[in-house]
């Protein structure tokens, strides 16, 4: 019986308590992760923490949504702006520490891409900032 008022709420268009409670649980993760690699290059850039820093207001904002449609619709897009925009700079900023190692873009693209930050990991966070931005635009379940 839940199954199916999930599938029917789906099919409706109606999300916006999944898609915060998504965005809630996808961020400890994604920050975790974030937390270790950054942690490998010793944090040599206080920007690093960014990303750290945003995941307990984004997950506080989830839940916020889950339980208060109110909430979906003024902080949870509020916080998930933030994350994204987070996501959006860091991939800039991955791809200039790319840019800047020994050989950079040119000569050593391949090398650098591997060794290197990875380009496209901060995307990830774009993403999940992106379920946020996107829920408060759904209907509520029933």
Not at 9 to 36: D, H, K, M, W
Not at 52 to 60: E, S
Not at 69 to 77: F, G, S
Not at 99 to 114: K, L, S, T, V
């Amino acid at each position: 019986m839940r199954l199916d008022r999930a599938l029917a709420n789906l099919r409706r268009g109606r999300v916006q308590r999944t898609l915060s409670a998504l965005t809630a649980a996808s961020a400890p993760p994604l920050a975790f992760e974030i937390y270790l690699e950054h942690y490998k290059g010793s944090f040599g850039d206080k920007w690093e923490w960014v990303p750290i820093a945003l995941t307990p207001p984004l997950v506080a904002a989830g839940i916020a949504g889950t339980l208060s449609e109110r909430a979906a619709r003024t902080v949870l897009p509020a916080t998930s702006a933030l994350f994204t925009a987070c996501g959006v700079i860091g991939t800039y900023l991955h791809l200039r520490g790319i840019a800047r190692r020994p050989g950079g873009f040119r000569d050593e693209a391949f090398y650098n891409m591997i060794m290197g930050p990875p380009p496209l990991a901060p995307g990830s966070l774009a993403l999940v900032g992106g379920m946020g931005l996107v829920a408060p635009l759904m209907k509520r379940e029933r």
